[in-house]
């Protein structure tokens, strides 16, 4: 119980130091991701309507913009972003057309959500989350010093008790 107490503190000790290479590593794998699995506005594959529903749900497009979507070898497209980048109404995946209907081609600032990225939206839902764990962590740890603290003053107490 001492051995999964000290992971414990250690690994929040690591994720609060080590922050700077979680988020890296976190951006690059996000990166990855486009760069390997996004096809485009209406693919069906997982990966895809994941950064669909992200660029549509937080209104971004990318990870830092919409220049990130140029790398991903399976959008073939000739259009410069996606149609799930643009300004649309209602919620994905029932989302209308973009409202401009220039924006794929002439994405701007007033048609398009490309220049705002999702890794800040994304990173956004992860520390919302991590209150959660480290909340959950925390009352993990109290509870298991309690149960320490009081394994060994019962195993004291059974010591005095015990006639040798
Ligand atoms: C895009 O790629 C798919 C297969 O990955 C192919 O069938 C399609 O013709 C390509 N489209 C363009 C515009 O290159
Ligand atoms: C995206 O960001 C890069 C680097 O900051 C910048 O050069 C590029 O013009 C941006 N693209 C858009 C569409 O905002």
């Given at each position: 119980?001492?051995?999964?107490?000290?992971?414990?503190?250690?690994?929040?000790?690591?994720?609060?130091?080590?922050w700077?290479w979680?988020?890296?590593?976190?951006k690059?794998?996000?990166?990855i991701?486009?760069?390997?699995?996004?096809?485009?506005?209406?693919?069906?594959?997982?990966?895809?309507?994941?950064?669909?529903?992200?660029?549509v749900?937080?209104?971004?497009?990318g990870?830092?913009?919409?220049?990130?979507?140029?790398?991903?070898?399976?959008?073939?497209?000739?259009?410069k972003?996606?149609?799930?980048?643009?300004?649309?109404?209602?919620?994905?995946?029932?989302?209308?057309?973009?409202?401009?209907?220039?924006?794929p081609?002439k994405?701007?600032?007033?048609?398009?959500?490309?220049?705002?990225?999702?890794?800040?939206?994304?990173?956004?839902l992860?520390?919302?989350?991590n209150?959660?764990?480290?909340?959950?962590?925390?009352?993990?740890?109290?509870?298991?010093?309690?149960?320490?603290v009081?394994?060994?003053?019962?195993?004291?107490?059974?010591?005095?008790?015990?006639?040798?």
């Open positions: 119980m001492v051995v999964i107490l000290v992971i414990e503190i250690a690994s929040v000790v690591v994720c609060v130091l080590k700077d979680v988020e890296s590593q976190l690059s794998a996000l990166q991701s486009i760069n390997d699995q996004y096809a485009g506005s209406s693919a069906t594959d997982p990966i895809s309507v994941a950064w669909n529903y992200a660029f749900t937080f209104h971004c497009c990870v830092y913009n919409s220049t990130d979507l140029s790398s991903a070898k399976k959008w073939n497209s000739t259009n972003i996606p149609d799930t980048c643009c300004i649309v109404t209602g919620n994905f995946p029932d989302q209308s057309g973009p409202t401009d209907p220039s924006c081609n994405p701007t600032t007033g048609n398009s959500h490309a220049h705002k990225g999702c890794y800040e939206s994304i990173l956004d992860i520390l919302q989350y209150d959660y764990i480290i909340g959950i962590s925390a009352a993990i740890a109290t509870l298991q010093i309690f149960t320490l009081a394994a060994i003053v019962i195993a004291r107490t059974r010591n005095k008790i015990r006639p040798t």
